[in-house]
């Protein structure tokens, strides 16, 4: 059943090797978003897709980049990923023009830098 | 609230009593605010809404009070289970933007049988 489904569930890369984090939703929203969550803290966002228009956060390195193809599907792509990168992804989905509505979020994916 | 802390704050419950867990906010503008449930190893899960007409909603098991005055938000958990120690989040939003959320820290909900 799940909505927002993000894969890999975990991913070990080397320090300074590109990786590639996927997340695709059944649900059609038109507004998809990538969060970086370290441990015990809350998500923070670093970009989000309204619908092909990409929006960065001020303070999102340019070592984060997203791509998003179709509606269903999005990419974190980490250019060189340092071990500061290592934390949970997490991808969210939301549906606007109908009023406030809550975002959905996948399970994540737990990044490690080796 | 923004993201801050290393150490979320934990609140610890026997199994069967209520729970109360705060938020306090700082936005004005946030007229919409949501309650995620966070287990180990996933992502948050929506427990309940609110908007900033209303200051109460209820859900199962679940009650949601929003105080605009003081910018205070709870969340209200009745008979608490073991299934429900998790870490619990709020979140605020402006309706007039996209629906960027700002989440609060966090707090730990520890259930004890």
């Known amino acids: 059943d799940a909505m927002v489904i993000q894969n890999p569930r975990y991913q070990v890369t080397q320090f300074g090797k590109p990786v590639t984090l996927s997340c695709s939703q059944t649900l059609n929203h038109n507004v998809m978003y990538w969060y970086q969550q370290k441990s015990s803290q809350a998500p923070k966002l670093l970009f989000h897709y309204y619908d092909k228009d990409f929006n960065n956060e001020a303070d999102t390195p340019d070592n984060f980049q997203s791509r998003r193809p179709n509606t269903s599907f999005c990419f974190l792509d980490i250019r060189s990923p340092g071990l500061g990168d290592a934390a949970m992804y997490l991808c969210a989905t939301s549906r606007e023009g109908l009023g406030n509505q809550p975002q959905h979020f996948g399970d994540g994916t737990r990044l490690s830098i080796l | 609230g923004e993201n801050v802390g290393l150490h979320l704050p934990t609140l610890s419950v026997q199994e069967g009593d209520n729970s109360i867990i705060n938020c306090a906010y700082s936005?004005?503008?946030?007229?919409?605010f949501i309650w995620y449930k966070q287990e180990s190893g996933k992502g948050p899960q929506f427990i309940i809404d609110i908007r900033s007409n209303m200051d109460k909603r209820q859900g199962q098991r679940v009650t949601v009070l929003l105080n605009k005055t003081v910018k205070h938000l709870s969340l209200q958990i009745a008979a608490t289970q073991p299934g429900d120690s998790a870490v619990y989040f709020c979140a605020g939003a402006f309706s007039g933007g996209y629906n960027k959320l700002i989440f609060g820290a966090g707090t730990r909900l520890a259930v004890h049988p």
């Open positions: 936005n004005s503008a946030s007229d919409y």
